[in-house]
């Protein structure tokens, strides 16, 4: 009947009883479990000898896990009293998305084994077991009712199956939480942050692809089901309540993890990361906060390189001088600085694609100078495509930064050393940031980007807050630039590329904004973390990165245009866009 909404529907997508739906869900969820207690190959020649009977290895793990999380959200859809926190908003989506992903990692892992070892035969009865019993625990989490009533805004669409399907995944309301006593609310946050780490520290430790490729699978489901139960939001409201707590939190477990590692190598790429995540940081004040599309923001991260490198007392240094790092770090920042007061002074009166296109020129600008310095094509100063190579290792009172060193009884070698180095500077650019949000400056940063006519009509001088902008984010570059070249002892032109397979470089950078969440503190961080991370673990899809990462970005700009942590009231605008023609706008609490 058109204009009224629709009855509930009484079961979920499968003609299941609901309390079949749930015996078959714990049966499913118990028999997935057991099957990674069983051989899934008769050969050890797949990664992660999955030939042993008696306990998980390899991609058994990830299936073991997905299974267990599927096991606690039916428990707690039974109404276990000491189970109903896990599930705020309603246990069944979250069912059906720790299920959904139990069943994604389990079949990418056998369809591996066959392609790898060269057919179905390659499986023992354990693997066949764990197909099964992944696919009917998803087949009865589908039969669950819906969390809440169905509701089509106008009354005119059927609750057809791929409807309920959206619908089961649209976030609920949460109820709010109890008032906990202080303490109580800062154990939550740091626990929280104690997971991250874990997961952030199995992940960079896979040792093959195909171990890592399950652990995405799983962590961004296992993820989406926390988001869909609610308990995210809870920690968003906590962590908002307690900002200098969660900070803390936040960087005393990054501290931690160099005493969480045995190979360096991995703390390396942690290390890379983290200067990737500061720069694309600094690419949020000019992106983010002040609206201005800078496709050359890379050329600053090499001014601050190029600038540390000259006078850090390389022995190809043209300069030949050696200040001390301190003096490294001023230098190669007050370089940057310049260059983006002398770059945005004459075009950020342009708008838009025009200001792009500049800034993409002085980009490649930079990078064909620095190869022309050569002493063949111009003067002798960079050495042309060989850089400035052998920057000698940092000594800061007395610490040796290339040797290793013992915290807590745990040997850090020295990339463990330059990543608690970077960490300092992370901090440094983090500090600014959200200082440079909170204040009278930041906001005006924000109306700019919003509709900088109307900025300036109410009295904004939008020029010089848009130098101011685009110089404060080359600052952070060379800070982090000065760090990069002593962390990979040399300088060179192809390291500041627009484009290219492996970050950092303009195209990447900008991506690791959007992907992450423009105009947030974690956004950039967790888009650089993954733009960076998936590509060093995933080698064996080397010739397909490309074409995986814009396939990724046109799916997010579909269904999560504001990004993987959203500002909060960008989320709101994006939300209220896609309501549907003629219905009510969705709340904010369903947002």
């Given at each position: 009947m058109?204009?009224t909404h629709r009855?509930d529907?009484?079961?979920?997508l499968?003609p299941?009883?609901?309390t079949g739906a749930r015996?078959l869900?714990?049966?499913?969820?118990?028999l997935?479990?057991?099957?990674t207690f069983?051989?899934?190959?008769w050969?050890?020649r797949f990664p992660g000898n999955?030939t042993?009977?008696?306990y998980?290895g390899?991609l058994?793990?990830?299936?073991l896990a997905?299974a267990?999380?599927?096991?606690?959200?039916a428990?707690a859809g039974h109404?276990?009293?000491g189970?109903?926190?896990l599930?705020?908003?309603?246990?069944?989506a979250?069912t059906?998305?720790?299920?959904?992903g139990?069943?994604a990692a389990?079949w990418?892992?056998?369809?591996?084994?066959?392609i790898d070892?060269g057919g179905?035969?390659n499986?023992e009865p354990?693997g066949?077991i764990?197909?099964a019993?992944s696919?009917?625990?998803l087949a009865?989490a589908?039969?669950l009712p819906a969390?809440?009533p169905y509701?089509?805004?106008?009354?005119?669409r059927p609750p057809?199956?791929?409807?309920?399907l959206?619908h089961s995944?649209?976030?609920?309301?949460?109820p709010p939480?109890?008032?906990?006593?202080?303490?109580a609310e800062?154990l939550?946050i740091a626990?929280?942050?104690?997971?991250?780490l874990?997961?952030f520290?199995?992940?960079?430790?896979?040792e093959?692809g195909?171990?890592?490729?399950?652990?995405?699978?799983?962590?961004g489901?296992?993820l989406?089901?926390l988001g869909?139960?609610g308990?995210t939001t809870r920690?968003?409201?906590?962590t908002?309540?307690?900002?200098?707590?969660?900070?803390?939190?936040?960087?005393?477990a990054a501290?931690c993890?160099p005493?969480?590692?045995t190979?360096?190598?991995?703390?390396?790429?942690a290390?890379?990361i983290?200067i990737f995540a500061t720069?694309?940081?600094?690419?949020?004040v000019?992106?983010g906060?002040a609206g201005l599309?800078d496709l050359g923001?890379?050329a600053f991260l090499?001014?601050g390189?190029?600038?540390?490198?000259?006078v850090s007392?390389?022995?190809?240094?043209?300069?030949?001088?050696h200040f001390?790092?301190w003096?490294?770090?001023?230098?190669?920042?007050?370089?940057?600085?310049?260059f983006?007061?002398?770059i945005?002074a004459?075009t950020?009166?342009l708008?838009?694609d025009?200001?792009?296109i500049?800034?993409?020129?002085?980009?490649?600008?930079?990078?064909i100078?620095?190869?022309?310095?050569n002493?063949k094509?111009?003067?002798d100063?960079t050495?042309?495509?060989?850089?400035?190579p052998n920057?000698?290792?940092?000594?800061i009172?007395?610490?040796d930064?290339g040797?290793?060193?013992?915290i807590?009884?745990?040997?850090?070698g020295r990339?463990?050393?330059?990543?608690?180095?970077?960490?300092?500077?992370?901090?440094?650019?983090?500090?600014?940031f959200r200082?440079?949000?909170?204040?009278?400056i930041?906001?005006?940063w924000?109306?700019i980007?919003e509709?900088?006519?109307?900025?300036?009509a109410?009295?904004?001088n939008?020029f010089?807050?848009?130098l101011l902008?685009?110089?404060?984010?080359?600052?952070l570059a060379?800070l982090?630039?000065?760090?990069q070249?002593?962390?990979?002892?040399?300088a060179?032109?192809?390291?500041?590329?627009?484009?290219?397979?492996v970050p950092?470089?303009s195209?990447?950078?900008?991506a690791a904004?959007?992907l992450?969440g423009?105009g947030?503190?974690?956004g950039?961080?967790?888009?650089?973390?993954l733009?960076y991370?998936i590509?060093?673990?995933m080698d064996?899809m080397?010739?397909?990165?490309?074409?995986?990462f814009?396939?990724?970005l046109i799916l997010?700009?579909?269904?999560?245009?504001?990004g993987?942590v959203?500002?909060?009231r960008?989320q709101?605008?994006f939300?209220?866009?896609?309501?549907p023609?003629?219905g009510?706008?969705?709340t904010?609490?369903?947002?």
């Amino acid at each position: 009947m058109t204009g009224t909404h629709r009855p509930d529907p009484p079961h979920g997508l499968l003609p299941l009883p609901t309390t079949g739906a749930r015996i078959l869900l714990l049966t499913g969820a118990t028999l997935t479990i057991a099957s990674t207690f069983l051989a899934w190959t008769w050969t050890a020649r797949f990664p992660g000898n999955l030939t042993v009977t008696g306990y998980p290895g390899g991609l058994q793990t990830i299936t073991l896990a997905g299974a267990a999380l599927t096991l606690l959200y039916a428990l707690a859809g039974h109404g276990i009293r000491g189970l109903r926190w896990l599930a705020p908003a309603g246990p069944t989506a979250p069912t059906l998305l720790a299920a959904l992903g139990t069943l994604a990692a389990t079949w990418y892992t056998l369809a591996a084994i066959a392609i790898d070892l060269g057919g179905l035969a390659n499986l023992e009865p354990g693997g066949y077991i764990a197909a099964a019993t992944s696919l009917l625990t998803l087949a009865a989490a589908l039969a669950l009712p819906a969390d809440r009533p169905y509701d089509d805004h106008d009354g005119t669409r059927p609750p057809t199956p791929w409807r309920l399907l959206r619908h089961s995944f649209a976030a609920g309301h949460t109820p709010p939480a109890k008032a906990l006593p202080t303490w109580a609310e800062t154990l939550i946050i740091a626990a929280a942050f104690a997971l991250g780490l874990s997961l952030f520290s199995y992940g960079i430790d896979t040792e093959y692809g195909e171990l890592f490729v399950g652990y995405l699978i799983l962590t961004g489901l296992g993820l989406a089901a926390l988001g869909r139960a609610g308990l995210t939001t809870r920690l968003s409201n906590l962590t908002a309540k307690h900002r200098n707590t969660t900070l803390t939190a936040a960087f005393v477990a990054a501290a931690c993890f160099p005493l969480t590692q045995t190979n360096d190598a991995y703390t390396n790429l942690a290390t890379s990361i983290l200067i990737f995540a500061t720069v694309a940081l600094g690419l949020n004040v000019v992106v983010g906060l002040a609206g201005l599309l800078d496709l050359g923001y890379v050329a600053f991260l090499g001014v601050g390189a190029y600038a540390a490198a000259l006078v850090s007392g390389s022995p190809e240094s043209a300069i030949g001088v050696h200040f001390p790092f301190w003096a490294a770090v001023l230098t190669g920042i007050a370089a940057s600085l310049v260059f983006g007061v002398l770059i945005g002074a004459p075009t950020l009166r342009l708008r838009g694609d025009y200001l792009a296109i500049v800034t993409l020129g002085f980009g490649e600008i930079f990078r064909i100078t620095m190869l022309n310095l050569n002493g063949k094509t111009g003067p002798d100063i960079t050495n042309g495509a060989m850089g400035i190579p052998n920057i000698p290792e940092l000594n800061i009172l007395g610490f040796d930064f290339g040797k290793s060193h013992d915290i807590l009884g745990t040997p850090i070698g020295r990339f463990g050393n330059y990543y608690l180095l970077m960490l300092l500077a992370t901090i440094v650019v983090v500090l600014v940031f959200r200082r440079a949000t909170e204040s009278r400056i930041g906001r005006a940063w924000i109306a700019i980007r919003e509709d900088e006519t109307a900025a300036t009509a109410m009295g904004i001088n939008a020029f010089r807050l848009k130098l101011l902008a685009f110089a404060l984010g080359a600052a952070l570059a060379g800070l982090a630039g000065t760090i990069q070249a002593h962390v990979i002892t040399t300088a060179t032109p192809d390291q500041y590329q627009f484009a290219g397979t492996v970050p950092p470089n303009s195209a990447f950078l900008l991506a690791a904004v959007i992907l992450g969440g423009m105009g947030t503190i974690t956004g950039p961080i967790v888009g650089a973390a993954l733009l960076y991370l998936i590509p060093s673990k995933m080698d064996f899809m080397q010739d397909y990165q490309l074409l995986l990462f814009g396939l990724a970005l046109i799916l997010l700009m579909r269904f999560r245009p504001e990004g993987l942590v959203a500002d909060r009231r960008k989320q709101l605008e994006f939300h209220e866009d896609a309501a549907p023609t003629g219905g009510a706008p969705l709340t904010k609490a369903e947002a």
